[in-house]
């Protein structure tokens, strides 16, 4: 992206997508808390512009800041979420303000910026990447507006495409063999994408498909929750500390099961991907099935690579992705929801797998660490920090995940007890 014009058009969208979800609440839904787990939602606001200030204001020119005392109240890192509410943090107004002035100073200095050198700047990288910064916590806002008391957030949404008309069942033998995992040239990749690299991959069979509502129904009247054979200890003694036995935001209604959506009530749709499932109980389920989770390296092969030995933008090739191709943030027209598995053949990769971006985030068995050779750009606390067993990798973007902050070598992560992010799951096993 190295077209100034282009640069503030994508920032122009990243926040009109920011205010555009804010704007039908109240100042009081703003500013309270709706879930321990989150921050309240004019907290990300103001988080958004000050990381902007921070990166496309001082960092290019050396600026001073324009609201020094904000640095302390919007570093995540400091302040974990449950303690927000109690920071004098800017209120709904004021933060509008502050995000329209960062803006304001943001593009007074892209107006003046040589987008060839230096290397922070060049090829637009550092705007990318705040572009990217923006639409993820607007993911976040999402996650945070599904967890708000009834009546609840009750957008409108436009209905998804129809469930296929034969179920997209079964698995696909892959052959795996040597391929380049990550990428060096992908020019809005993050650091943890970042060096490509060769790796040997044993075959391995993959799911069509993500695990549906229906089939994860099936794990739960088979008594899933409540046998230890199908857990790891620690995913057990979580499951009765935090007493699951359903997804998130699934309720009984006699036989049949119920889900809220942002408010809104209705039956779980059996041939959509379920989501709002936390690593453990994926990985319980795929135990039950008589599989395992796949790992990061198998996902990205599946995602990335062709027959002929060729690494792909996307599990279908190298065009971008439309509506036909995966269920992804489309603004006013989104369904706020996955469509149903398999329903867009069109995202196939040349395999046959179908969904692997965009409807649910999917978890892996792998623990996030860096690529050999990583290198921490621009700033350690991105990713270096996380590195470890403590989280798991998520791939593949979901349905409230801009089209411009996913790949098919976006790398996400998150704790293994995770549930209010919008996150699914396919199985594997070895061949």
């Known amino acids: 992206m190295t077209d100034g014009e282009a640069i503030a058009g994508a920032l122009a969208s990243a926040r009109d997508r920011t205010l555009g979800l804010l704007d039908?609440?109240?100042?009081?839904?703003?500013?309270?808390?709706?879930?321990?787990?989150?921050?309240?939602?004019v907290w990300?606001?103001?988080?958004?512009?000050?990381?902007?200030?921070?990166?496309?204001?001082r960092a290019i020119t050396g600026a001073p800041a324009d609201r020094p005392d904000l640095d302390d109240l919007y570093d995540a890192f400091r302040h974990p979420r449950r303690d927000r509410p109690s920071l004098p943090i800017l209120g709904p107004?004021?933060?509008?303000?502050?995000?329209?002035?960062?803006?304001?100073?943001?593009l007074g200095v892209l107006?003046?910026?040589?987008?060839?050198?230096?290397?922070?700047?060049?090829?637009?990288?550092?705007?990318?990447?705040?572009?990217q910064h923006e639409h993820q916590h607007d993911?976040?806002?999402?996650?945070?507006?599904?967890?708000?008391?009834?009546?609840?957030?009750?957008?409108?949404?436009?209905?998804?495409?129809?469930?296929?008309?034969?179920?997209?069942?079964?698995?696909?033998?892959?052959?795996?063999?040597?391929?380049?995992?990550?990428?060096?040239?992908?020019?809005?990749?993050l650091d943890n994408e970042?060096?490509?690299?060769?790796?040997?991959?044993?075959?391995?069979?993959?799911?069509?498909?993500?695990?549906?509502?229906?089939?994860?129904?099936?794990?739960?009247?088979?008594?899933?929750?409540?046998?230890?054979?199908?857990?790891?200890?620690?995913?057990?003694?979580?499951?009765?500390?935090?007493?699951?036995?359903?997804?998130?935001?699934?309720?009984?209604?006699?036989?049949?099961?119920?889900?809220?959506?942002?408010?809104?009530?209705?039956?779980?749709?059996?041939?959509?991907?379920?989501?709002?499932?936390?690593?453990?109980?994926?990985?319980?389920?795929?135990?039950?099935?008589?599989?395992?989770?796949?790992?990061?390296?198998?996902?990205?092969?599946?995602?990335?690579?062709?027959?002929?030995?060729?690494?792909?933008r996307w599990p279908w090739g190298d065009e971008d992705p439309t509506p036909a191709h995966a269920t992804l943030w489309v603004g006013d027209r989104s369904a706020y929801g996955p469509a149903p598995a398999g329903a867009l053949t069109a995202g196939a990769n040349p395999w046959g797998v179908l969904g692997l971006i965009g409807d649910v985030w999917e978890w892996t068995a792998s623990d996030f660490a860096g690529h050999p050779g990583f290198e921490a750009y621009p700033y350690a606390e991105y990713s270096d920090v996380f590195f470890g067993t403590d989280y798991?990798?998520?791939?593949?973007?979901?349905?409230a995940t801009h089209p411009s902050c996913i790949r098919a070598t976006f790398r996400n992560w998150d704790y293994p007890i995770r549930r209010q992010i919008f996150a699914g799951f396919r199985c594997a096993r070895d061949a």
């Not at 039908?24 to 808390?33: G, N, V, W």
């Open 44 to 57: 990300d606001l103001a988080h958004v512009a000050n990381y902007e200030d921070q990166w496309l204001v």
């Open 194 to 312: 970042r060096p490509a690299h060769e790796v040997e991959l044993p075959p391995f069979w993959l799911d069509r498909t993500p695990v549906t509502n229906g089939a994860y129904g099936e794990f739960v009247r088979d008594s899933g929750y409540d046998d230890a054979r199908w857990w790891t200890e620690t995913g057990w003694a979580w499951r009765q500390e935090a007493k699951l036995d359903h997804p998130q935001f699934w309720a009984r209604d006699g036989a049949n099961w119920l889900r809220n959506r942002f408010g809104w009530v209705e039956e779980v749709p059996l041939a959509e991907p379920v989501q709002h499932v936390c690593w453990h109980e994926a990985d319980a389920y795929a135990r039950w099935a008589g599989k395992r989770l796949p790992s990061e390296t198998e996902w990205e092969f599946a995602a990335s690579w062709s027959p002929e030995g060729r690494k792909r």
């Open 93 to 106: 107004a004021p933060a509008r303000a502050y995000a329209a002035s960062v803006r304001d100073r943001a």
């Open 392 to 399: 798991k990798v998520l791939r593949g973007g979901s349905w």
């Open 139 to 189: 993911e976040t806002l999402l996650a945070t507006l599904q967890l708000m008391e009834p009546p609840g957030y009750r957008p409108p949404w436009s209905p998804g495409p129809a469930p296929p008309a034969e179920p997209a069942a079964g698995e696909v033998l892959l052959p795996g063999g040597r391929f380049v995992m990550g990428t060096t040239i992908e020019p809005w990749a």
């Open 111 to 131: 107006a003046g910026l040589d987008l060839s050198v230096p290397r922070l700047v060049a090829g637009g990288f550092v705007h990318a990447m705040v572009i």
């Open 24 to 41: 039908p609440l109240s100042d009081d839904d703003l500013i309270r808390q709706h879930s321990p787990l989150m921050s309240p939602l």
